[in-house]
């Protein structure tokens, strides 16, 4: 990208620490109260912010304590405010350029426990445990119930945001909307080559009455690219959704193949879906 930017992340506690005393320096009670007991994390997309040309499309995700909840909601210009005092601090020579901000109640242990697949899994090591020619590690079980939420965020965040692309289609161009949609060869590519994989293998349940149900993250994020008209009203800018569905479709990589999605990952996809579930409600 550029020699003369670092693109390395500054430590987000220390971050943190300077922003609320610039809060209270500059009398932003309100803010400073919001974000004492937050923590924060960083996402620089792969798009450029254009304020400097090899700068990077940054958002600063902030963490509430659950007792702060109702105060999430701020207006449209402290979160403009905040945005600038959050850029004034980034150290110019890391690269990022802090355009948007996400402020999201912290979801630990907010989830359902999948009581029954736990139980499972419970019964799974047991019975394993005790084989005397097969032993399996524990932290693998102990991963695989983590894993179970992450896979919940995304089915839950990957179907609603199908339903919301086709419910704004059909009210743009009625229920035939798929015909008049622009789509790049490479979605329907895709929607054909999965459309045979289902008629060859019986035993893959048959996706959505739509062809959305065939297209994955980053087929969406193109589709909703390729016809921005209609969505524009909806997402802050392009750059903004394309890098939030880049991140969620790289930790969907991740599950397909079976590997481990680390605390980062975790923290970005909770976030994730929180911003664009907010995003995806139409008053």
């Known amino acids: 990208m550029s020699d003369n930017f670092t693109y390395e992340a500054p430590n987000k506690d220390k971050y943190l620490q300077v922003l609320l005393k610039l809060l209270i320096v500059k009398g932003e009670k309100e803010l400073y109260e919001l974000l004492k007991n937050s923590t924060c994390a960083f996402d620089a997309s792969s798009s450029f912010s254009r304020i400097r040309w090899n700068a990077l499309y940054t958002t600063v995700y902030f963490y509430i304590p659950l007792e702060n909840f109702d105060l999430i909601d701020i207006d449209e210009n402290n979160q403009s405010r905040l945005i600038g005092y959050c850029d004034r601090i980034m150290p110019k020579n890391?690269?990022?350029d802090i355009m948007h901000v996400e402020l999201s109640p912290s979801l630990d242990n907010e989830l359902t426990d999948g009581h029954s697949l736990e139980?499972?899994?419970?019964?799974?090591?047991?019975?394993?445990?005790?084989?005397?020619?097969?032993?399996?590690?524990?932290?693998?079980?102990?991963?695989?119930?983590?894993?179970?939420?992450?896979?919940?965020?995304?089915?839950?965040?990957?179907?609603?945001l199908r339903l919301f692309i086709e419910q704004i289609c059909i009210s743009g161009y009625g229920q035939e909307y798929f015909s008049q949609l622009t789509l790049t060869k490479t979605i329907k590519e895709t929607i054909n080559g999965r459309k045979r994989n289902e008629e060859k293998n019986h035993w893959i349940s048959v996706r959505g009455s739509s062809d959305l149900f065939y297209l994955d993250f980053i087929e969406l994020s193109a589709l909703i690219q390729n016809n921005?008209?209609?969505?524009?009203?909806?997402?802050?800018?392009?750059?903004?959704?394309?890098?939030k569905l880049n991140e969620l479709y790289g930790i969907r990589n991740l599950v397909a193949h079976n590997s481990y999605v680390g605390d980062?990952?975790?923290?970005?996809l909770q976030v994730t879906f929180r911003s664009i579930y907010k995003q995806l409600i139409i008053s």
């Not at 139980?119 to 695989?144: A, C, M, R």
């Not at 921005?228 to 890098?243: T, V």
């Open 94 to 96: 890391i690269g990022f």
């Open 119 to 160: 139980s499972d899994l419970e019964e799974f090591s047991n019975t394993v445990g005790e084989s005397e020619n097969f032993q399996i590690p524990e932290d693998v079980l102990l991963k695989g119930k983590e894993m179970m939420r992450v896979y919940l965020y995304l089915y839950a965040i990957e179907n609603y």
């Open 228 to 243: 921005w008209d209609l969505f524009k009203g909806y997402f802050p800018d392009q750059a903004w959704i394309s890098s």
């Open 264 to 268: 980062h990952e975790r923290a970005i």
